[in-house]
């Protein structure tokens, strides 16, 4: 397999100032504070060799991947930018949003339905602005910063040697997510990105995930899924596929009341490959 990543090796989430004029290329490098790192995770799995089967009709065909919190560790930043952004507003009567108000009510959500969570009493098109400058400061920070999820090579080899079909579905904007697919060096691996807002509805609703199988020529019986979010584990369920839950930061409680078979750390967690191996015993066929 060639080389998947192709990542600046920058050693920790780097701390803005709230001088726009800041955010340069130039700059960001040159910044030395860091972003407070996310605590809300719990421990999501158990390293042993227990079996954690998943009900996928033979052959497996497809493997479908969240991108945010699931491809790479993006959350620290949305929620730092998050964070910054609605102080500077005023909201929330100007004190700094809580990890837990992040993970409830922010995390995996769109943006259009985050104008309305968020801001319920702007108009539309202020709050869209707010959300786009927001997405304009994570992708500044996501450029020198992000890296591949522990294992996500293995796993990719892994799927490139089965021949299986895959695909990005994502509710981040296109922008945000050809930025981080081309970081992780994986524009050549899917052969397929949807967009949760260019569908009719995006997640939790499995709109985005059954576009992402009819246009693969899949059945649902025939795919999983790897999800981080409560909405994104709902919307894989709903579209009739077994999910993975990747508890890096959301509690396992949560993923798994949302629907997740089973939910494990990162792409190198035994749970994992434990399931991989028994699919292979039942004879993955392409």
Not at 72 to 78: E, K
Request: with cysteine; charged share 25%; proline share 6%.
């Amino acid at each position: 397999m060639t080389a998947l990543f192709s990542v600046c090796s920058v050693p920790s989430y780097v701390l803005p100032t709230k001088n726009k004029q800041f955010y340069s290329r130039k700059n960001i490098s040159k910044i030395a504070t860091v972003v407070p790192q996310m605590s809300f995770s719990s421990s999501t799995c158990n390293q042993h060799k227990s079996k954690c089967p998943l009900p996928v009709d033979a052959p497996l065909k497809a493997i479908l991947f969240d991108i945010d919190g699931t491809l790479c560790d993006s959350d620290p930043i949305h929620y730092y930018a998050f964070r910054e952004m609605l102080q500077e507003i005023g909201f929330n009567s100007g004190a700094p949003i809580s990890e837990e108000f992040f993970i409830k009510n922010i995390s995996g959500m769109h943006n259009d339905e985050l104008c309305g969570v968020l801001f319920p009493d702007w108009d539309f098109k202020r709050a869209i602005k707010f959300m786009d400058d927001k997405e304009d400061m994570f992708r500044r920070i996501a450029s020198e910063q992000l890296k591949p999820l522990n294992g996500l090579e293995e796993v990719c080899k892994w799927i490139e040697d089965h021949g299986l079909k895959r695909a990005a579905v994502t509710n981040a904007p296109r922008p945000n997510a050809e930025l981080i697919i081309s970081m992780l060096g994986l524009s050549d691996f899917f052969e397929l990105l949807v967009i949760g807002s260019e569908c009719e509805r995006a997640k939790p609703f499995p709109d985005p995930y059954l576009k992402a199988l009819h246009e693969l020529g899949v059945s649902p019986k025939h795919a999983f899924v790897f999800e981080d979010s409560i909405s994104g584990i709902k919307a894989g369920v709903a579209a009739g596929m077994p999910v993975i839950g990747l508890g890096l930061r959301n509690p396992e409680k949560l993923l798994s009341e949302a629907g997740a078979t089973f939910v494990i750390k990162d792409f190198k967690d035994s749970k994992l490959w434990t399931a991989l191996e028994e699919l292979e015993t039942g004879k993955i066929k392409t």
